[in-house]
């Protein structure tokens, strides 16, 4: 079954730093990967995708994810941490046709 | 374009008593899915229809029923709820799993 792994419940980093999260996934065949970010009271928002091509894939906000297929990992990045940025992200991996298996949510929090 | 609505935002029920939660999308996709979301435990699929005339349960669909109207509207029905029921509630849509849209949720109490 696919699945993937969100390893830190939470992360904090400083303002203008640089901000990671992490994902790890579990396909058979070809990943199809997600990332989403929920601000608080709201939906999820859309921010990025991997589905074939390049291994760095750009997306909003000035967030960027790294796929990397040896790892097995598609970590998110974004190289200068706003106030802004705080909120809940979901990694997620396309588990069939119709479906998508989500990970548990890392929450971030951007100190000023 | 107002993407995914769901009605209404916030609810209050009493134990055993019932609800429909709407959502309507207006990108004609053919996708459309529930989930609850629970602290510490991520988004799970109540859930879903692959297209208009289908649905299919997800993980965790008891204590639920839906409705796929038509196209644009997929309701979620809770017929006696619980208070392990309570939790907020997204309604989401996609064309082939290549990226959901969510709209922005209902938050649910049951007492």
């Known amino acids: 079954a696919q699945s993937v792994a969100q390893p830190e419940d939470q992360v904090n980093v400083a303002e203008g730093n640089p901000l990671t999260v992490k994902c790890t996934y579990s396909?058979?065949?070809?990943?199809?990967l997600f990332w989403y970010v929920q601000y608080p009271n709201r939906g999820l928002q859309f921010l990025l995708k991997y589905i074939t091509g390049d291994n760095l894939v750009k997306g909003s906000y000035g967030f960027e994810a790294e796929f990397n297929k040896s790892q097995t990992s598609f970590h998110l990045k974004k190289p200068s941490a706003l106030v802004s940025d705080s909120a809940l992200y979901f990694c997620?991996?396309?588990?069939?046709?119709?479906?998508?298996?989500f990970g548990a949510g890392t929450t971030v929090t951007v100190r000023a | 374009n107002a993407g995914v609505t769901q009605t209404p935002k916030f609810q209050v029920l009493k134990t055993g008593q019932s609800m429909t939660l709407q959502c309507a999308q207006d990108m004609n996709h053919n996708s459309m899915y529930w989930y609850r979301q629970d602290p510490g435990m991520g988004l799970r699929l109540i859930y879903y229809s692959a297209s208009e005339g289908t649905t299919d349960k997800g993980e965790v669909p008891n204590g639920y029923n839906v409705s796929r109207l038509n196209k644009r509207e997929f309701s979620l029905r809770l017929e006696s709820a619980a208070p392990s029921q309570t939790s907020v509630y997204f309604c989401?849509?996609?064309?082939?799993?290549?990226?959901?849209?969510f709209g922005p949720g209902t938050r649910l109490t049951v007492t």
């Open positions: 989401a849509s996609s064309e082939r799993a290549l990226g959901q849209y």
């Open positions: 997620a991996v396309r588990a069939n046709d119709y479906k998508l298996s």
């Open positions: 396909v058979s065949g070809n990943p199809y």
